[in-house]
């Protein structure tokens, strides 16, 4: 089975500081994708990055890039230059192409505060 | 990505009667939409594919007859919660997938069951 793992519960980091999400996965597949999106107080899902495991380059949007480690099946989520709007629940998830529906299979979430 | 919208963004009912929650993509047409719940403090917990023209697929333990779920058209998906009851209560979450895999949320729909 298929499955998604955010170890971290909860994290704080300060303001303008970088700090790093973890995720682990674990899949047969070979072609997958990777996702964190974060939820913020308002609830509304916002797709964060994506990373298509068959490309070895990691993935990167302004102050957000993903260590990608094939191999070791992690897919970690750095943010640089916290703000204080990044906080929020993060979430990793992951689908897959053999399915035909592309269902996502989320991790349990990792709840970020940014401290002024 | 694309734009999605859900109706109403909150619903209070009384026990027992019938709730329908409305799910458009406003931008593109979306063959496949997907419904989520999601508890306090939680996960989202996948409910329920819907495919455009054809009946959705449910996941296992989710009630068919309790959670209906209609695609009529490219850009609306409705689920409809017969006969809620206080257990009922949660965030509903709808999803659209476009021509890639990657998925774009609505709001979601706060549902309080008296």
């Known amino acids: 089975a298929q499955t998604v793992t955010q170890s971290q519960p909860e994290m704080s980091v300060q303001e303008a500081e970088t700090v790093t999400l973890s995720c682990t996965y674990d899949t047969s597949e070979n072609n997958y994708y990777l996702f964190w999106y974060k939820q913020p107080p308002s609830r509304q899902m916002i797709l964060v990055i994506r990373?298509?495991?068959?490309?070895?380059q990691n993935a990167t949007e302004n102050r957000f890039s993903v260590n990608f480690q094939k191999a070791a099946k992690s897919f970690s989520l750095k943010i640089s230059d916290s703000q204080l709007g990044d906080t929020a629940m993060y979430f990793c998830a992951f689908t897959t192409t053999t399915s035909g529906t592309y269902k996502y299979i989320f991790g349990t979430g990792t709840r970020l505060k940014v401290l002024a | 990505g694309a734009v999605v919208s859900q109706h109403p963004s909150w619903v209070i009912c009384k026990s027992g009667t019938s709730v329908k929650i409305e799910c458009r993509s406003l931008d593109f047409q979306a063959t496949t939409m997907f419904w989520y719940r999601q508890f306090p403090k939680q996960s989202l917990m996948l409910m329920a594919t819907?495919?455009?023209?054809?009946?959705?697929?449910?996941e296992q333990g989710v009630e068919k007859d309790k959670f209906l779920i209609n695609h009529a058209s490219l850009t609306l998906s409705t689920l409809t919660v017969t006969s809620a009851h206080p257990e009922d209560s949660s965030f509903y979450i709808c999803?659209?997938?476009?021509?890639?895999?990657?998925?774009?949320f609505g709001p979601g729909t706060r549902l309080t069951v008296l």
């Open positions: 819907s495919n455009e023209g054809s009946k959705a697929t449910y």
């Open positions: 999803s659209v997938r476009l021509l890639t895999d990657t998925q774009y």
């Open positions: 990373q298509e495991a068959y490309k070895q």
